[in-house]
């Protein structure tokens, strides 16, 4: 009888779970990565709003991607990445937003807030299969390169 592999590396979070096809997850709480993925997510709600907020264009230019990742979910809590390049390189992102942070503008318009600083971030959660850990870092490195110079969203908005 073999023994049941560990699922999480290092420290279990408290409010993590197991994705279905990943075999391995880990929390990134290195202060580098998460500022990394802040301004992700910045870039990310830069590229919602100028079509949200344009009434000159078609909600259908919404891509729900970034960077080929697919924006794949979440709630008022969390946002969520997945990206399969193959049955090797699948990896998924939860990142799970603080108290108090609201991630649409009060109202009716689905225009999203951005985060106004990585204290916004409770946690993030890193979920793979196969060689995903090393996609997502590879992934990370192109998405800055492709979207860093396109700006960040930076206006919050309360209710």
């Given at each position: ?12 979070p408290w409010d ?76 998924i992102l939860e ?24 204290d916004d971030i ?38």
């Amino acid at each position: 009888m073999t023994g049941k592999t560990a699922y999480w590396i290092g420290k279990k979070p408290w409010d993590g779970k197991r994705w279905a096809y990943t075999t391995s997850g880990i929390v990134l709480d290195d202060p580098f990565q998460k500022e990394e993925i802040f301004r992700m997510y910045r870039r990310y709600v830069r590229q919602w709003n100028e079509i949200e907020l344009n009434m000159d264009r078609s909600l259908s230019e919404h891509t729900h991607e970034v960077c080929g990742a697919k924006v794949v979910g979440g709630n008022a809590q969390k946002f969520i990445l997945h990206m399969q390049n193959s049955d090797r390189d699948t990896w998924i992102l939860e990142v799970n937003f603080a108290r108090g942070f609201s991630e649409f503008y009060p109202g009716l318009s689905c225009a999203r807030n951005t985060m106004r600083s990585p204290d916004d971030i409770r946690s993030i959660h890193l979920h793979w299969s196969q060689a995903g850990n090393e996609a997502f870092k590879e992934w990370l490195k192109v998405e800055k390169e492709i979207n860093e110079t396109k700006g960040e969203w930076t206006e919050y908005k309360a209710s």
